[in-house]
């Protein structure tokens, strides 16, 4: 608890009056240091109520801070006893002796994919509040974290493979003091990992190191299920999409494509998105979006059927369109969403040409696609009937 001015000027007059009576010369020094402290807290104190007096806004400023920061201290406290809880049996040899304890602690359990390398890291993370901490050995087990990587699915692992790779931080032991944690490293010795068929275990056994000494710590966690960020939130942002989709009028399909993908062709309903804007240079361009709100997508040439966009700069009214003319190479926007929503096959003007045709109702669209996605290239053919004629330029 912090103290107030009052209760420092009385730790100081006690301090300063043990200082002027004892006659032991080590009671002196002792109280004269803490004198010294009480009046340093107390000048230090006193300045900066002045200055909170004196700066309008501050006061409100700070108080706003800390009310802040409680608040997100309350959250990540819920948060943490919000996890599901899991079966935990360790046991330490340490600087404080041999222990060992059986119980549950909040535990979480996440893949995640390196997009660039498609490098997989398990994390797991088992960590609980300071006031519920157990104890082992008779110092508290406040967490243990540790990231997997690669991970390349159940088996056994051996941390100290990744070598001068190895994140410091991979396996953490915060015991004994929430600020001086105990890490793995190779220079450590061996050390093993497994994780059970099923992903429903973690078996471990580890050389540790701290700045209070050297630490074994062997444990056997009953994993909660693995969670994977990323697709949970791509199946999110799938889910509104189809939503939205699903709320707009419906154009008549006609699809087909060629490539080394496969060929096939599709007839159906897609959700229409028509936008009209201007570029930068004030020509009118045209977005035409088409998507299947139904879950599972339809298929086409065997892939799911996600979406087509189709793009049109310096957009006139019904007519003929050369997307090379129109829209150069710079930044084509029309592509094919089959198969991955992260990976679509995009209109390539090297690949060949790109054409829409608009006719006279101003409802039906030609379209012809040379297009390139990361499993290779696919011509895409196209008519579509829209809902409601395209508005006119303005």
């Known amino acids: ?227 994977d960020p990323a697709a949970e939130r791509a199946a999110a942002e799938s889910q509104q999409r189809r939503a939205f989709f699903a709320g707009l009028p419906k154009a008549a399909v006609q699809l087909s494509v060629t490539g080394p993908v496969g060929d096939g062709s599709w007839a159906g309903e897609l959700g229409a998105f028509v936008n009209q804007d201007r570029a930068e240079d004030g020509a009118p361009s045209l977005q035409v979006l088409l998507a299947s709100a139904a879950d599972p997508a339809p298929q086409l040439a065997g892939l799911p059927l996600l979406a087509l966009r189709v793009d049109v700069a310096d957009y006139r009214g019904p007519g003929h369109y050369d997307l090379v003319a129109g829209n150069g190479a710079d930044e084509p926007g029309s592509a094919l969403l089959l198969g991955r929503e992260d990976e679509p096959f995009r209109w390539d003007p090297r690949l060949g040409p790109g054409t829409v045709d608009v006719g006279p109702d101003g409802r039906t669209l030609d379209v012809r696609l040379a297009t390139r996605g990361a499993r290779g290239e696919l011509q895409v053919a196209a008519t579509v009937t829209l809902p409601a004629p395209l508005p006119a330029p303005g």
């Open 1 to 227: 608890m912090t103290e107030g001015l009052g209760d420092l000027a009385k730790r100081w007059i006690r301090a300063k009056r043990t200082e002027l009576l004892t006659g032991n010369r080590r009671e002196r020094e002792n109280a004269d240091a803490a004198a010294d402290d009480a009046q340093r807290q107390m000048s230090d104190r006193a300045m900066h109520q002045a200055v909170r007096a004196a700066v309008p806004g501050l006061a409100r400023w700070e108080d706003d801070q800390a009310a802040r920061a409680a608040a997100a201290d309350e959250q990540e406290r819920a948060e943490i006893l919000a996890r599901p809880r899991a079966a935990v049996s360790l046991s330490v040899a340490g600087p404080w002796g041999s222990g060992t304890w059986q119980g549950e602690l909040p535990a979480r359990a996440e893949r995640e994919r390196d997009d660039d390398t498609g490098e997989v890291t398990l994390r797991v993370e088992l960590e609980t509040l300071d006031e519920l901490a157990p104890q082992v050995a008779g110092r508290p087990l406040y967490a243990l974290r540790l990231e997997l990587r690669p991970y390349t699915g159940p088996g056994r692992y051996d941390p100290a493979a990744r070598g001068e790779d190895l994140d410091p931080f991979a396996y953490t032991l915060e015991y004994a003091y929430r600020d001086e944690a105990f890490y793995y490293t190779p220079d450590a010795g061996p050390g093993t990992v497994e994780i059970t068929a099923g992903e429903q275990q973690l078996d471990l056994d580890l050389p540790m190191q701290g700045a209070s000494g050297d630490l074994r710590l062997t444990a056997t966690v009953t994993l909660p299920p693995v969670g």
